[in-house]
């Protein structure tokens, strides 16, 4: 029987906040919130592992994954919070823009609901 691939989130996940915590106690990253930074990651992930590659996780997943990594640079010092807002804005905006391509699938619950609505309205037979 092969495990599902879903099944690998809660290790993965273990590792990761293991591996943050190991930095913040040896000094190599002090004073990281690994919480707040690995749960940004995490919902990134996520999105995909969950739901796939759509028009939506093309936006949320990226998104969050980028916030993780400046909210990184911003708790050592690399990045003050007034230039790491209008990033996200920025980086939101193109997500959006990607995300309208035609190349990316529409999400299939959007497709469901449409079908279900659709077909409500139609007359009986």
Known sequence: M?????????????ITIGLGWLLTTLGVAPGIDWVWTL??????LLAFFIAGCDK?????G?????ASVLSVLRQTGRLRV????????????????IARSPAG???KWVTEQSELSSSAKSPPK
């Open 105 to 107: 699938p529409i999400p």
């Open 82 to 97: 007034d230039v790491e807002i209008p990033v996200l804005v920025i980086v939101a905006g193109v997500l959006l823009l």
């Open 39 to 44: 749960s940004l990651a995490a919902m990134g």
């Open 62 to 66: 990226p998104f969050f994954f980028i």
């Open 2 to 14: 092969k495990p599902s691939s879903k099944t690998l989130i809660f290790p993965l996940l273990l």
């Open 56 to 60: 939506i996780t093309i936006v949320v």
